[in-house]
């Protein structure tokens, strides 16, 4: 099974432009990379603008579940 993992990074927080970043993942379940690849860009594609108004950066990773990512 695959996930879609995410690194979210807030750019330039607070006086000192501190860059915040967290880990999370998306909560679906996909039983190949294909699948996952697809869903993947269909997020990108949804959020980018948004994002790029707010100074937001997300990357995305498909990886199977339980690697090290």
């Known amino acids: 099974m695959f996930k879609i993992y995410a690194m979210i990074c807030f750019l330039s927080i607070g006086p000192t432009?501190?860059?915040l970043c967290f880990k999370s993942e998306v909560p679906l379940q996909y039983k190949n990379l294909k699948n996952c690849s697809?869903?993947?860009?269909?997020?990108?594609?949804?959020?980018?603008?948004?994002?790029?108004?707010?100074e937001v950066t997300v990357i995305f990773k498909c990886s199977s579940e339980g690697s090290d990512v």
Do not use: G, S
Not at 40 to 54: A, G, N, Q, S, T
């Open 17 to 19: 432009d501190q860059t």
């Open 38 to 54: 697809l869903d993947k860009k269909k997020i990108i594609d949804y959020m980018h603008e948004d994002l790029v108004d707010r």
